[in-house]
């Protein structure tokens, strides 16, 4: 099994690193995939969002098929919406591919592979504008969300999110335990500051912020 | 201000960049420190414990004073210990640092750096025991402590709610929501499996795990 993890210039360092983390942990102890790799147009090392710089594992001519493959988002998307080698890469790999996961703005490049029409989807609170007026998505306010072998999640931290649901629907959910034991992943519900009130936030963070009681978050 | 986050070979991925995603959100969005950057032993470029490759920004020698510094864990932190060259790099450093930060099993190399000697600690559950046998750390078993100015959060993905806490208390909880809000932290309290309830399991988790309706999560 080969999960490919695509990058590209300005690419949001956590969209890709909280889901490479988690599938990490499933194919070390709890059985995987046996490849997880990063994969981009070229070798040359790629500047994210925040300047961290990475070497991709493979180049798209490099690829072997993917059985899944994991589109984070970032400023970046900007300019890859248009970059046809890409999205050909994206399109293509899709065909064969078990399940298609996006995080963030990562959703835009789905799109524009033709994978999301007539689709229930989302994106980073800040974008959902965006993503409703292409006119041709299903747009949801939730943490994440799949529709048939599509997955999007909403901004940068929620792709940790999505993956271990996602392991959890690919396997079961004792393994997703596995896996969320191995990162110790029991975030905190710390909700800090008034932001998650405004008008911008997102229906899923309303929702959590009104079942948190602030006196005691768990 | 200069916030430096230190890599090593087989560091694990998430520590350091669920921190660094949350650092750059503070210096992009909230008046964080001007400068964060990836410093290692060289430039060379270092391989993480899930084969993840990223170029450092600064060697040691290169490094300037930090202001702060953060130290993640991972398999390689067995080897690190007795890196002198780098315990010297957080020892030397971390006497002009106003805050030292460690995540997972990066609490090992701030103990052998000297500073952890009758100070509250934490590191990943799995090294709770190894912690507490070093005989002079006051091991609690919480997702994450600060003690003076010394921090350390739990394993792996402890580090973004120890970066967040930590940028609350030295700046203000409404700065830590711009952050928050950024990022789209808002994470999942979804439990999975039982592992959270087994002996291993750190006392914040059972808290946790007790706490949260498992019909009605968060």
Partial sequence: MNFGILIFPDVEELDFIGPWEVIGMWRKYAGGPENCFIVAQSLSPVSCAKGLIVHPHASFEQC?????????????????????????????QAKSCKAVLSVCTGSFLLHRAGLLSGKKATTHWGSLESLRALGD???????????????????????????????????????AGIV?????????????????KNAKAPSYIKRKAEQINPANPV
Avoid: M
């Fill in 64 to 92: 072997p098929p993917l059985d899944f493959l994991l589109i984070p988002g970032g400023e970046g998307t900007r300019q890859e919406v248009d970059n046809k080698v890409l999205i050909d890469f994206i399109s293509d």
């Fill in 180 to 196: 969320q034991f191995a990162a110790e992943y029991y975030p905190s519900a710390k909700l800090y500051g008034v932001l998650h």
């Fill in 137 to 175: 998505v299903i747009v949801v306010e939730e943490r994440f969300i799949s529709d048939g072998k599509i997955w999007s999640a909403a901004g940068i931290s929620a792709g940790i999110d999505a993956t271990l649901a996602f392991i959890a629907r690919y396997t079961n959910e004792q393994t």
